[in-house]
């Protein structure tokens, strides 16, 4: 494929196809059923011809998804599809576009007469053309100059721009954590694209001084974005997608809770699609009906104590991102050996209620709420936060084994990996490390993940 896509054709791509799989979600029973039927189809690997729908085939289940969560997608899929048309439409339009980063959350841009966009998009949504897009973005953004080290996630969104892939940003919001990586090539991305950029600078620390910090950035914000976009902010319209936001993150931690059972009521390609759906989207009402569907499956699992596979015969924590370009490792490692992964790294949701009770305590709950983002929530301080975070979930998710996604650009995943060693091996815990970059399959095919996976867990007696 050559590097000369037509203007938008990898997002208009992905917006239509997730609108079919919206309308074919419509009739969850019959979505399930199309999607077993044809498996041997798509599953086993892209071809020439499933490329243009294999990938979202696998995010829908591959087959394997009951139609009760095929249902509450539908809600998540359309969030998805009303992003990126309202992206395009905005570009069309001439309003304002800000772009957020993906570490970060938009709720204080839509409460601007202004559409937030993320431009990470397709790092997930890019595969919806095929495993070789994400590639060919990545190609461009080092071309420029884009070093070769950076993240993916921060190159595909370099590439996507240079290629027309992605509205101009009015504004961009960048963070200073969870790497040096993102600070570094957002000052790139300020040059590429000549929009001015509001850099939150976050604490060291998650206490009482850091949560006093991180609100003077949130005020900040809101000043920088009245300035930029010549508007003032609508307390109103904030307070109402705070109140979504609210009921979205309790059902998905409830979620999460449930899934300390054994065996576990929920496959953890649940909480990372909604993970998803949050960077996309949140404030959404469908985004916040997806989540309230979930968490009524996984319910009524949970009373009956059934769990999301027959037989669960291994419980995995997953360490670091999931891989982008291979979802569906969740359920593949389901429906193979029935391991099914209790707890991750970026679908885990822990993060406090917001109080809307007035505009101050919106935006100080806020700050801490974003300080307790998936990633941030580990990152952004010394390595005791994820150390503890790990252990507490050893202790509490009754693990098997842990298997770590590490990612070629996440220089604090790889520093810390012989702490996390030395600390698996006093636990006991069999643990593969797996060497990759989770946005570009050169570096490791997903082939390559399901043969190490499944050395991994014939050698550990597991299978």
């Known amino acids: 494929m050559k590097n000369n896509p037509k203007p938008f054709q990898y997002l208009k791509w992905s917006s239509s196809f997730l609108n079919f799989g919206y309308y074919l979600t419509t009739f969850p029973n019959l979505s399930y059923w199309a999607l077993r039927l044809t498996r041997p189809l798509y599953v086993k690997r892209e071809t020439f011809f499933n490329h243009k729908f294999?990938?979202?085939?696998?995010?829908?289940?591959?087959?394997?998804?009951?139609?009760?969560?095929?249902?509450?997608?539908?809600?998540?899929?359309?969030?998805?599809?009303?992003?990126?048309?309202?992206a395009l439409k905005a570009n069309e339009n001439g309003k304002p576009v800000v772009w957020v980063e993906w570490i970060l959350s938009s709720e204080i841009v839509n409460a601007f007469d202004a559409f937030p966009f993320n431009p990470e998009t397709l790092n997930v949504f890019g595969n919806l053309s095929g495993q070789d897009v994400p590639s060919l973005l990545i190609e461009e953004a080092e071309s420029a100059g884009f070093a070769s080290e950076y993240c993916s996630a921060i190159k595909l969104t370099a590439g996507a721009y240079m290629l027309g892939q992605t509205p101009k940003p009015a504004a961009i919001i960048a963070g200073s954590?969870?790497?040096?990586?993102?600070?570094?090539?957002?000052?790139?991305?300020?040059?590429?694209?000549?929009?001015?950029?509001?850099?939150?600078?976050?604490?060291?620390?998650?206490?009482?001084?850091?949560?006093d910090y991180y609100e003077k950035n949130m005020w900040r914000l809101i000043e920088f974005l009245e300035k930029t976009l010549h508007q003032k902010i609508n307390w109103e319209r904030l307070k109402q997608i705070v109140d979504h936001e609210n009921k979205f993150?309790?059902?998905?931690?409830?979620?999460?809770?449930?899934?300390?059972?054994?065996?576990?009521?929920?496959?953890?390609?649940?909480?990372?699609?909604?993970?998803?759906?949050?960077?996309?989207?949140?404030?959404?009402?469908?985004?916040?009906?997806?989540?309230?569907?979930?968490?009524?499956?996984?319910?009524d699992r949970?009373?009956?104590?059934?769990?999301?596979?027959?037989?669960?015969?291994?419980?995995?924590?997953?360490?670091?991102?999931?891989?982008?370009?291979?979802?569906?490792?969740?359920?593949?490692?389901?429906?193979?050996?029935?391991?099914?992964?209790?707890?991750?790294?970026?679908?885990?949701?822990?993060?406090?209620?917001?109080?809307?009770?007035?505009?101050?305590?919106?935006?100080?709950d806020m700050a801490k709420?974003?300080?307790?983002?998936?990633?941030?929530?580990?990152?952004h301080g010394p390595v005791e936060f994820i150390t503890q975070e790990l252990e507490k979930a050893i202790d509490e998710y009754s693990p098997d084994c842990l298997i770590f996604a590490g990612h070629?650009?996440?220089?604090?995943?790889?520093?810390?990996?012989?702490?996390?060693?030395?600390?698996?091996?006093?636990?006991g815990l069999p643990s593969l490390f797996m060497n990759m970059d989770i946005m570009d399959q050169r570096h490791a095919t997903e082939d390559d993940i399901k043969r190490w996976i499944t050395e991994f867990f014939r050698s550990n007696g597991f299978v």
Not at 59 to 74: C, D, R, S
Not at 179 to 207: E, K, M
Not at 408 to 427: F, N, S, T
């Open 249 to 299: 993150n309790f059902y998905m931690q409830e979620i999460c809770e449930m899934m300390r059972a054994i065996p576990s009521p929920a496959t953890m390609i649940t909480p990372v699609f909604a993970w998803v759906v949050r960077e996309l989207a949140i404030g959404d009402p469908n985004g916040t009906e997806m989540a309230r569907r979930m968490y009524e499956v996984v319910k």
């Open 302 to 364: 949970f009373k009956k104590g059934v769990g999301v596979v027959k037989k669960e015969n291994i419980r995995v924590l997953w360490w670091n991102p999931p891989i982008a370009f291979f979802a569906y490792v969740f359920k593949w490692m389901e429906d193979e050996f029935g391991a099914v992964v209790v707890k991750d790294f970026i679908g885990d949701v822990q993060m406090p209620q917001i109080d809307t009770s007035s505009e101050k305590t919106m935006i100080r």
């Open 177 to 211: 954590h969870p790497c040096d990586t993102n600070v570094a090539a957002y000052q790139g991305i300020r040059h590429l694209t000549g929009a001015p950029v509001f850099f939150f600078d976050s604490p060291y620390w998650r206490d009482e001084d850091a949560f």
């Open 369 to 379: 709420n974003h300080l307790y983002l998936a990633m941030a929530r580990q990152c």
């Open 54 to 86: 294999r990938y979202a085939f696998l995010i829908l289940g591959g087959g394997i998804l009951p139609p009760e969560e095929i249902k509450a997608y539908h809600y998540g899929a359309k969030a998805f599809v009303d992003n990126m048309k309202n």
């Open 408 to 427: 070629a650009g996440c220089k604090h995943g790889w520093a810390v990996i012989g702490i996390i060693k030395d600390l698996l091996k006093k636990r």
